[in-house]
């Protein structure tokens, strides 16, 4: 049923809208709750949310004070959404009052409680040569420059100078520098994850063409210590810090609007 947020129609699409978004979500998030547990659910926080949305936005735009200009210009192509968003934000922090930054107390709680949770994931230091497959080289040209890049390493010569004489990607000797499971593409990582320090694979296919790897060092997964850790903390306490002050704006929004039934 459609709905007045301040005089301000909102159509029951919109609400039907978010209960499909919510029902996907919540549906990832608990895959043993039951469907109807889920729509139940979905129905109740669409509903919120959106009155939540709309009643920010119209707060926000409400402020005559203007928006910097460099937020602006950094936003591109994103220039409204940029000027609603920081105007929400300069909002919540004007109704919760000065956000101070963690307290060093803070951060050292929240990494002796959470530290299971601050791993370093595995990683490796490949290089590599490339012959890409494009509108400009074709599947057999790649191949056989591939092959040919392949046998100058089997006669002797260094995959470094080789990866900088015949890779389409050259200098540095190729080398990709650090990287964990899930930066490269999928067929990446499964022949350099599976590779020892010093070791170079065979030629293999990717979506951009065909490859030689070799790994240089590797590093198992870890915990990551106090320091390491320390500005993921302090990120996370600060966005908490700031989801709290939107919430707050939230409440003092909702119990000043008027909302009703338009149908």
Aim: aromatic residues 6%; contains cysteine.
């Amino acid at each position: 049923m459609p709905l007045r947020v301040n005089n301000e129609l909102i159509e029951d699409e919109v609400i039907r809208e978010e209960i499909r978004t919510l029902r996907l979500r919540l549906a990832e998030a608990m895959p043993q709750e039951h469907p109807s547990a889920i729509e139940a659910r979905a129905k109740e926080w669409a509903r919120e949310n959106v009155i939540e949305r709309v009643l920010l936005r119209q707060a926000a735009l409400a402020d005559p004070e203007p928006v910097p200009a460099e937020v602006i210009e950094k936003a591109g192509g994103n220039a409204a959404e940029a000027d609603l968003q920081f105007r929400v934000e300069r909002l919540a922090i004007r109704h919760a009052g000065r956000i101070a930054p963690p307290r060093n107390k803070d951060v050292v709680d929240y990494y002796r409680h959470h530290r299971e949770t601050m791993a370093i994931p595995e990683a490796v230091r490949a290089a590599h040569i490339i012959k890409n497959v494009d509108e400009k080289t074709s599947e057999e040209r790649a191949l056989a420059a591939i092959r040919a890049a392949e046998e100058r390493i089997k006669s002797g010569e260094t995959f470094e100078a080789v990866a900088d004489e015949f890779s389409d990607c050259p200098g540095s000797g190729g080398d990709l520098g650090w990287f964990p499971r899930g930066q490269m593409v999928p067929e990446f990582d499964a022949v350099v994850f599976a590779l020892k320090p010093g070791e170079i694979s065979p030629v293999f296919r990717t979506a951009f063409g065909f490859h030689i790897a070799k790994v240089n060092a590797r590093a198992e997964e870890r915990m990551a210590t106090f320091d390491e850790a320390r500005p993921q903390i302090e990120r996370l306490l600060m966005t908490q810090k700031h989801q709290s002050a939107l919430e707050r704006l939230c409440d003092y929004l909702r119990a000043r609007a008027t909302v009703e039934e338009a149908g």
